[in-house]
């Protein structure tokens, strides 16, 4: 007897010959353990379960709300300035909790860890078939983070991986500085602080984010109206 469709099965058999003669039962064994039992001359399996379908799974968010004004984005990966409460939803007829795990690391703008959250953060409930868990990412990280759960049955279900990062925290206050080497000191006194194409001015714009880094910065530069054409002109470096 081949069992191909998913369901759970139980197979009861009563054996007799041509002259009504009821066959004696042997114990049916399956790796050294017995997988039935026999009253009255009929054996009874036990139940059998057929599982060819990996579970199915979603996670959702309760913040969708990411910066969509992004210059320099890791690729794949959003922002957003406050925190996230992820909800993990399994549905599977033999999902087993303890089957279920998730890797989620935070690090900083350095690459160094500030935070990791594992399968212990992983509190189920259940109503019938539908396993739920909720992780929250609070903290201030960029956060990779991997979810794969698989059956009694040992069916995996796809790799789930998102990359965000969370940062709730300004960067730090902007601070300009103006190149001036000893000779430019001397030379700013003689043409009273004016610059030529022989003697530009460099500005250097510094602020610093611990989680996500700076991204850009937005300058305008407004030129007098006596300037020539000629000096007028500005790069960026």
Do not use: H
């Amino acid at each position: 007897v081949t069992f191909k469709a998913d369901g759970k099965y139980s197979i009861s058999v009563d054996y007799k010959d041509w002259s009504g003669n009821e066959a004696s039962y042997a114990a049916a064994v399956v790796s050294g353990n017995a997988v039935g039992t026999s009253a009255d001359g009929v054996y009874t399996s036990k139940t059998i379960n057929v599982d060819t379908t990996a579970p199915v799974y979603k996670v959702t968010y309760d913040n969708n709300d990411y910066n969509k004004d992004v210059k320099s984005a890791e690729a794949g990966r959003k922002y957003y300035k406050a925190g996230r409460t992820a909800t993990i939803e399994v549905t599977d007829k033999n999902f087993r909790t303890d089957e279920a795990s998730i890797t989620a690391v935070g690090v900083d703008v350095s690459g160094k860890t500030v935070k990791e959250i594992t399968s212990s953060a992983l509190n189920w409930t259940q109503s019938g078939d539908t396993y739920t868990a909720k992780v929250e990412f609070k903290d201030d990280a960029n956060y990779t983070v991997d979810f794969a759960c698989e059956d009694m049955a040992s069916n995996n279900a796809a790799l789930y991986e998102e990359l965000f990062t969370v940062d709730t925290a300004t960067p730090s206050a902007v601070k300009v500085s103006y190149s001036q080497n000893v000779l430019e000191k001397v030379l700013n006194k003689i043409t009273f602080g004016f610059y030529n194409k022989n003697k530009p001015l460099t500005v250097t714009l510094e602020s610093e984010d611990t989680t996500s880094g700076v991204d850009y910065f937005d300058v305008s530069v407004v030129t007098e109206g006596s300037v020539s054409a000629t000096n007028e002109n500005v790069s960026d470096n």
